[in-house]
Each structure stands twice: as C-alpha cells, then as structure tokens.
C-alpha cells in the first residue's frame, strides 16, 4: 500500500492507542528476586558492587522477604555464602547449610512464596570451582562425573528443607538426567528443575563473585561454562536437558544474548527465563548515579526487551524497583 494509505502512526498518537496495541507486557508475575543468604546474626551488608543488593543473615530475612511479597513477587532464588568451605563443597548439601535453613525460614515466612535453589558448589568449595577436582599428571580438570554425586545431593538436601524449584546452574555433562533421577529416587519426583541450560563463560558475572564469594581461585570456567562465541552449541545443550528432564530452560547472561532467547523460544516448548546478571544491574545503577541515564526507562526498557524476545521469566536484581514501578504504570 502506498504512503499516505498506509500511516503506521495513527496508533501511536495518544498513550490510550499506544496501550491498545501494545504487543509485550511485563509484568510482576514474571520476576524472580535472587537473594544472597550468609550466616551470623544480624547482618544486612550491602554489596559494595551492587548498590541496593544486600547480603542477609538468617535471622533479618523477615524485613527483606516481607518486601517482597507485599510487592506481589512471588518467587525468590537463593545463594549461600557458608561460614566455612572445602574442597569438596560439603555446606552445599549439609541439612543445615545456609540455604537450607534459609529455605526454612522463607516458608515459615510466607509458605505461598515460591523459592529456587541455586545447585551448584562454587560458593561452598575452597577452589571456587563449580564440582570437584581431580589431579592428573600435574593438570588439575574439573571432575564432571564426581561432581555430579555432590550435585545430586545438594538437590536432594534442598528440596527436603522445602525449595519449590532445583535450579542447578553447574554445567557438568549430564547434571539435568542425574538430579532428575535423584529427586525422583529420593520422593521429589513434583520438583521441577530450571536448568541453567544456556550458560556463558561471561564477563559479566564479575559483581556476582563479589556478592557470593564465588570467584575461583585459579584458572577460569572456561572449560565447562560456553564459549560467548557459539550459538549452536547452546542449542545442543539446551536438547539435552530438555531430553534429560528440565523442566524450564534457561539463558544466561540476558542481555547480550537476546539472540539465544529467541533461537531456545523457537525451537522449544518449555517456560523459558533469562537471567539479567549482576554486571548489568551494576553498569545501569553506576550510570544512574552518575545522573547519565533514567534508570526507570532504561531497566523497563530492557526488561520488556527480554519478554518480547521470548522470555517467560526473568531473574533480575531491579525486581523490586520493577514492582513498584509497574504498580504506578
């Protein structure tokens, strides 16, 4: 049709017509609050990286948990930061790990909020490594095979202390099939696994070491998180978790991986989330600060970005700021 038939517009002049034919809505259902849990007492200390993000000591999660469901989140996922580690990550699947007791305390809390556990031992292993070693001919490798034993038990141990989803976030080959079998062997066959389907050797994971303590202590992840050059490959790992049991998919990091989102939304038919990670919530709240950017627009801006290229839900740390901005929309 010939221009000035065709007047693209003429929905777009007023804010009524705008809404009418508004395509993506993001909405607070969609959003998944991570929240960093540390043993002692008493202890809200915010990450130096990550203003407004806060370590939260067992005891105070009442104030912060609170926040949440009055703001009409309905899912959390949980980090611990133990008070000791070992080369084997044992706080990891301890019955009164850090997350564990957390998870205990949440429901005694609000029984109704959902809670992901994050599955992986980085946080809880002395090396910082997400499975155990092994040592051969002067060469230390990530054991894959070993860790997922350790894997398992972790899942198990936080579904019994009462998560509602396993998100194991490892990358060990077959860590979807293993825990699936241990749930089910261990009586969780209704717990869902979000998998970590998707998961880069980013950059932009670095505030996130800060607030976990979580950076390894030699080498990189190289070797079993993706190369951020690849993207078949990530359709290769996102089959087999899909044909291992996952329940929903995951991509992260979000924002520079948007492409991904759409390929795993295309070919799949699973819930998908993004994770919007720490060094993008860091970069927009430095440039905030700094008065250089609207940190409203700019966070809404991406987030509705994230549902239009297909994802279902989205873990982010401006959850709570998403909330109420959407309340006064």
């Given at each position: 049709?010939?221009?000035?038939?065709?007047?693209?517009?003429?929905?777009?002049?007023?804010?009524?017509?705008r809404?009418?034919?508004?395509?993506?809505?993001?909405?607070?259902?969609?959003?998944?609050?991570?929240?960093?849990?540390?043993?002692?007492?008493?202890?809200?200390?915010?990450?130096?990286?990550?203003?407004?993000?806060?370590?939260?000591?067992?005891?105070r999660?009442?104030?912060?948990?609170?926040?949440?469901?009055?703001?009409?989140?309905?899912?959390?996922?949980?980090?611990?930061?133990?008070?000791?580690?070992?080369?084997?990550?044992?706080g990891?699947?301890?019955?009164?790990?850090?997350?564990?007791?957390?998870?205990?305390?949440?429901?005694?809390?609000?029984?109704?909020?959902?809670?992901?556990?994050?599955?992986?031992?980085?946080?809880?292993?002395?090396?910082?490594?997400?499975?155990?070693?092994?040592?051969d001919?002067?060469?230390?490798?990530?054991?894959?095979?070993?860790?997922?034993?350790?894997?398992?038990?972790t899942?198990?141990?936080?579904?019994a202390?009462g998560?509602?989803?396993i998100?194991?976030?490892?990358?060990?080959?077959?860590?979807?099939?293993?825990?699936?079998?241990?749930?089910?062997?261990?009586?969780?066959?209704?717990?869902?696994?979000?998998?970590?389907?998707v998961?880069?050797?980013?950059?932009?994971?670095?505030?996130?070491?800060?607030?976990?303590?979580?950076?390894?202590?030699?080498?990189?992840?190289?070797?079993?998180?993706?190369?951020?050059?690849?993207?078949?490959?990530?359709?290769?790992?996102?089959?087999?978790?899909?044909?291992?049991?996952?329940?929903?998919?995951?991509?992260?990091?979000?924002?520079?991986?948007?492409?991904?989102?759409?390929?795993l939304?295309?070919?799949?038919?699973?819930?998908?989330?993004?994770?919007?990670?720490?060094?993008?919530?860091?970069?927009?709240?430095?440039?905030?600060?700094q008065g250089?950017?609207?940190?409203?627009?700019?966070?809404?801006?991406?987030?509705?970005?994230?549902?239009?290229?297909?994802?279902?839900?989205?873990?982010?740390?401006?959850?709570?700021?998403?909330?109420?901005?959407?309340?006064?929309?």
């Amino acid at each position: 049709m010939a221009f000035p038939i065709t007047r693209h517009r003429r929905f777009r002049r007023t804010e009524a017509l705008r809404n009418l034919v508004r395509e993506t809505r993001l909405h607070v259902h969609d959003l998944i609050a991570p929240i960093f849990v540390i043993h002692g007492e008493n202890v809200k200390e915010e990450i130096p990286s990550m203003p407004g993000v806060y370590q939260w000591s067992v005891d105070r999660l009442e104030e912060e948990i609170s926040e949440i469901v009055g703001l009409g989140i309905q899912a959390v996922l949980l980090f611990g930061i133990p008070p000791h580690k070992d080369s084997t990550g044992t706080g990891a699947f301890e019955e009164n790990g850090i997350v564990q007791l957390a998870t205990r305390r949440i429901k005694e809390i609000a029984p109704d909020l959902l809670v992901v556990a994050d599955t992986c031992l980085c946080e809880y292993t002395d090396h910082g490594h997400c499975g155990v070693l092994r040592h051969d001919g002067g060469q230390v490798t990530v054991d894959n095979d070993a860790s997922l034993e350790l894997l398992v038990r972790t899942a198990v141990s936080q579904a019994a202390a009462g998560a509602d989803i396993i998100a194991p976030s490892n990358m060990m080959d077959g860590f979807v099939a293993a825990i699936r079998k241990g749930l089910d062997e261990a009586g969780f066959e209704q717990i869902p696994i979000m998998s970590y389907a998707v998961k880069y050797s980013s950059a932009y994971y670095g505030p996130f070491r800060d607030a976990a303590d979580s950076a390894p202590q030699f080498g990189d992840r190289k070797t079993y998180q993706m190369d951020w050059a690849n993207a078949r490959e990530a359709l290769r790992e996102a089959e087999s978790d899909a044909a291992e049991g996952a329940d929903m998919l995951m991509v992260k990091p979000g924002l520079a991986y948007l492409d991904l989102v759409r390929m795993l939304k295309d070919r799949f038919h699973l819930p998908l989330a993004v994770y919007n990670v720490s060094a993008e919530y860091s970069m927009v709240k430095a440039a905030a600060l700094q008065g250089w950017i609207d940190e409203k627009a700019i966070v809404l801006e991406t987030l509705t970005g994230m549902k239009r290229a297909g994802a279902d839900i989205i873990i982010t740390y401006h959850a709570k700021d998403v909330a109420r901005w959407l309340r006064e929309a």
